[in-house]
């Protein structure tokens, strides 16, 4: 049984910076990746970043540059360090498993419950 959580959302202002987590719990299955996602008011869910366990990483180009996505094993957790927030980045943020497969990230349907970012003007 895959669990996901995410947490470290809330309000900030346009320049601001939070960091999200994401703690994962998976039983006997293995996780291989994980990726952020996120959906704003009559949007579709986007992938923001992933990153794999051999150190693979991919990031949406709107997010290039500002956000940054870590993992530490030791703790099942996956951060997403969002710096220079703008207000095209308010969304609610969700943490996903999936893999990763010639660069390309593919979604499980394991999903946490997702984080509330909002970023004022």
């Known amino acids: 049984q895959v669990q996901l959580v995410e947490s470290g959302g809330g309000l900030v202002q346009a320049g601001g910076s939070l960091r999200l987590s994401c703690a994962a719990s998976?039983?006997?299955?293995?996780?291989?990746?994980i990726g952020w996602y996120r959906q704003a008011p009559g949007k579709q869910r986007e992938l923001v970043a992933a990153?794999?366990?051999?150190?693979?990483?991919k990031y949406a180009d709107s997010v290039k540059g500002r956000f940054t996505i870590s993992g530490d094993n030791a703790k099942n957790t996956v951060y997403l360090q969002m710096n220079s927030l703008k207000p095209e980045d308010t969304a609610v943020y969700y943490c996903?498993?999936?893999?990763?497969?010639?660069?390309?990230?593919?979604?499980?349907?394991?999903w946490g419950q997702g984080t509330q970012v909002t970023v004022s003007s």
């Open positions: 996903n498993a999936g893999i990763f497969s010639d660069g390309i990230y593919y979604a499980y349907n394991y």
């Open positions: 998976a039983g006997t299955f293995t996780i291989s990746a």
């Open positions: 990153t794999s366990n051999g150190g693979s990483t």
